[in-house]
């Protein structure tokens, strides 16, 4: 497997099957803004509260390929092994991206367990061989990078921002940037603020 960030901005995301599993793969893909297609013969009844929000399209019938086609993410869920081997078969010799929840080898994409801090995205994943696991060590992690690190990685975006905005050199450039990358910004936020004055003293916006 190679671990790879995608922007799915505008993309059609699919999910085949509609319970519980289907429900939870939907509320994750919602913590990046992302409304999904839904489709089942039946729906778990929070997916109706979501469809009457905007937040997923439900399309009540059995999955087929004319379904899927124009996807570019599909997660097969439903409890037809049948027809999620089969979709997942005619998906990955098109090209798509393939979750397949009960045999991962079926597929040919995972989705591992994510913590988000801000602009700070950790996932973790062990290949399929336990995604509980992953949760574990997700949760662990929680605890290391806590609600700190919103602000510091907003403080890293806003001064990479204006060191390429306002600084020609390329050396210069790495200088102020390794010095923002200390752990010692993290917990001293009025060091930020003396960072960012010097920084805007030495060179000031054009």
């Not at 289907?22 to 803004?33: D, I, V």
């Not at 995972?110 to 973790?124: F, N």
Request: charged share 30%; aromatic share 8%; with cysteine.
């Amino acid at each position: 497997m190679f671990p790879v960030m995608i922007d799915v901005t505008n993309q059609k995301i699919v999910i085949a099957g509609g319970g519980q599993i289907a429900f939870h793969k939907t509320e994750n893909l919602l913590r990046f803004g992302i409304c999904a297609h839904i489709i089942s013969p039946d729906f778990h009844p929070g997916f109706e509260k979501l469809a009457a929000e905007g937040n997923v399209i439900l399309h009540r019938k059995k999955v087929e390929w004319d379904d899927v086609k124009d996807a570019f993410l599909i997660m097969l869920v439903t409890d037809d092994a049948v027809a999620n081997s089969r979709i997942a078969s005619l998906a990955k010799k098109h090209g798509k991206l393939v979750v397949h929840a009960e045999q991962t080898d079926l597929g040919n994409a995972q989705i591992p367990a994510v913590l988000i801090r801000g602009k700070l995205m950790i996932s973790v994943s062990t290949c399929g061989a336990s995604p509980t696991l992953s949760k574990e060590i997700r949760d662990q992690l929680e605890d290391q990078f806590d609600e700190r690190y919103d602000e510091y990685l907003e403080f890293l975006y806003n001064t990479r921002q204006y060191i390429k905005k306002h600084i020609d050199s390329r050396p210069e450039r790495r200088k102020w940037l390794k010095k923002a990358a200390q752990s010692f910004y993290l917990d001293h936020p009025e060091e930020r603020e003396r960072y960012m004055a010097e920084l805007t003293s030495v060179y000031p916006a054009l």
